[in-house]
């Protein structure tokens, strides 16, 4: 057991990572803060926009699976430097432990200072803001719907998660081709198979969506029953811990 996982082994390498890379951080953070201080202030300032929920719900998390998805992919960076990937893979820790630290700088870390620089950025907004037509609302972020947006978040980031150790070079671009590439051929895939199985033809639609097909001069749309909802999430939930599994396993494999 020792050999996969040691607290204090754990403990030394978490604060050898953070010594060597606060710096960069810290960059992020600030560069992170002075675009969503600064261009949300000017954007509310310049317009009419009113953050009433739904603005505050749909920023918080395009923001958040953009820029979590792009320092995701870049955790793994040093090993695409066969120098720095000597100096990382000879590290006295194992491969869960060197796992385990860039998995909570990248998704534990990164929601808890996200969340507080989104909150920061949001209080400015709303005190600068010159359109007052509706009570002042702010996001709870413990809502159950908005819960479940964090699955989202964690489903996307352990796709780039894995991207981020299978490419040696541009990990995010190369993630979101294939990512994109697939959900593509799925599109594609279910869109036959459901014109097949109903034969009529169906619009265009993910997997799990709503089916769409014309009767009679008349679109009919088909949707999964309330009470089956929750196993499309708990797939979703499947799927991450794969992924994260698969990204782990794929690490152990990097040798010197």
């Known amino acids: 057991m020792?050999?996969?996982f040691s607290?204090?082994?754990?403990?030394?390498l978490f604060k050898k990572h953070t010594k060597?890379?606060?710096?960069?951080?810290?960059?992020?953070?600030a560069v992170l803060v002075g675009v969503m201080i600064l261009g949300g202030s000017f954007l509310v300032y310049?317009?009419?926009?009113?953050?009433d929920k739904n603005v505050q719900t749909f920023f918080f998390f395009f923001i958040m699976l953009l820029t979590g998805t792009i320092f995701t992919s870049t955790v793994f960076a040093d090993l695409g430097d066969r120098k720095k990937a000597i100096a990382w893979l000879v590290l006295p820790a194992s491969?869960?432990?060197?796992?385990?630290?860039?998995?909570?700088?990248?998704?534990?870390?990164?929601?808890?200072v996200y969340t507080m620089i989104f909150y920061l950025a949001l209080l400015i907004a709303l005190n600068v803001q010159h359109v007052h037509t509706h009570r002042m609302v702010i996001l709870n972020i413990f809502e159950q719907q908005i819960l479940q947006?964090?699955?989202?978040?964690?489903f996307l980031h352990a796709i780039t998660f894995f991207g981020a150790v299978y490419f040696e070079k541009m990990h995010f671009i190369k993630t979101a081709f294939v990512f994109?590439?697939?959900?593509?051929?799925?599109?594609?895939?279910?869109k036959g198979l459901l014109t097949l199985l109903v034969g009529r033809t169906v619009d265009a639609s993910p997997p799990f969506s709503t089916m769409r097909f014309a009767e009679n001069s008349q679109m009919v749309d088909i949707k999964i029953e309330r009470?089956?909802?929750?196993?499309?999430?708990?797939?979703?939930?499947l799927l991450t811990f794969i992924f994260w599994v698969a990204a782990y396993f794929r690490l152990k494999e990097k040798q010197v």
């Open 95 to 112: 491969h869960f432990e060197k796992y385990l630290v860039t998995w909570i700088y990248s998704f534990l870390l990164f929601i808890i």
């Open 227 to 237: 009470q089956n909802a929750p196993y499309i999430l708990y797939l979703f939930i």
């Open 7 to 12: 607290i204090n082994r754990f403990a030394r």
């Open 2 to 4: 020792k050999k996969t």
């Open 180 to 190: 994109f590439i697939i959900v593509a051929v799925m599109i594609v895939f279910n």
């Open 20 to 29: 060597e890379h606060y710096r960069n951080y810290l960059m992020s953070v």
């Open 149 to 154: 947006m964090y699955l989202v978040f964690a």
């Open 46 to 51: 310049m317009t009419d926009i009113q953050l």
